[in-house]
């Protein structure tokens, strides 16, 4: 699969910076799997389950309240609240 760069962020700096081929998550209207290549587009997080695999098909996992998710064409940025998203 095709990977991408992957920018976690929250209000006290950065969570992850790394490649990732898909982010599971619940966005505005519904639950959303971002993999390589989609299209460019920009949405409210919802409360629910972030799902991170990264290229060796290891998974992160974390919850989130709220955020804010941007897909550009070559990188992926999640703006979060809590920096301690996949620590718990």
């Known amino acids: 699969m095709k990977s991408y760069k992957l920018t976690v962020l929250s ?34 997080v919802k409360p629910g389950k972030c799902v991170v695999t990264l290229p060796d098909e290891s998974e992160m996992e974390g919850y989130l309240e709220t955020g804010i998710l941007d897909v550009g064409k070559e990188d992926v940025k999640l703006l979060v609240g809590d920096k301690n998203l996949f620590n718990k």
């Open 11 to 44: 209000p006290d700096g950065e969570v992850f910076s790394g490649d990732a081929i898909c982010v599971s998550l619940r966005g505005a209207e519904g639950d959303l799997a971002i993999m390589g290549g989609h299209i460019p587009f920009i949405t409210t």
